[in-house]
């Protein structure tokens, strides 16, 4: 596969996620928390897989490098403020995490590439994910006391998150 083709295929699958969004919004909504819980997953790979043909191709299209980071937070946030407004995490923490998140995006906006992320920037990604993860892990999947030690270990894991995320936006603004 030639470079124009691996930035296609990382434009793709950044699209898809993007798209993943709003069944994922819906599932939780509906209840159906085994669904919202793979797509959450599909998204997390789809993000991993980008960014690997992104690098194979010796750098991302500028619009991928736009569009990655925006379908990031839709997949991340929707079940963030989904978990807070059911009580799972405090709301003052995730609107600390929304202020975060449009202010960097601003900021990687005013860039010409986009902005590339940082590696506390990708840990933080990484950590979230793996916190929503554990934090919609079904009620089905296993006995209660295991699917309740994993939310609890999905709730300890965000707080790492928030202050990567946190110590990447002092770092981003620092270069401006």
Not at 75 to 88: D, Q
Not at 147 to 166: D, E, M, Q
Request: charged share 10%.
């Amino acid at each position: 596969m030639n470079a124009a083709q691996c930035r296609r295929l990382a434009d793709g699958l950044t699209v898809g996620r993007a798209v993943i969004g709003l069944p994922l919004i819906v599932a939780l909504a509906a209840g159906w928390n085994a669904l919202a819980w793979w797509l959450l997953l599909l998204g997390g790979f789809s993000d991993a897989a980008d960014g690997w043909l992104a690098r194979r191709a010796g750098g991302g299209s500028v619009w991928g490098a736009r569009l990655d980071p925006l379908t990031d937070k839709i997949l991340i946030l929707a079940p963030l403020l989904w978990l807070g407004a059911a009580g799972s995490l405090p709301l003052w923490a995730i609107w600390l995490l929304l202020a975060r998140e449009l202010l960097i995006s601003g900021w990687r906006a005013g860039q010409g590439s986009g902005g590339p992320a940082s590696w506390s920037g990708k840990a933080k990604t990484i950590l979230q994910f793996l916190s929503l993860l554990l934090l919609l892990w079904p009620q089905g999947w296993g006995p209660a006391a295991v699917v309740g030690a994993l939310h609890g270990v999905g709730f300890w894991l965000f707080w790492p998150s928030l202050l990567l995320a946190l110590s990447s936006a002092w770092g981003y603004l620092r270069k401006a």
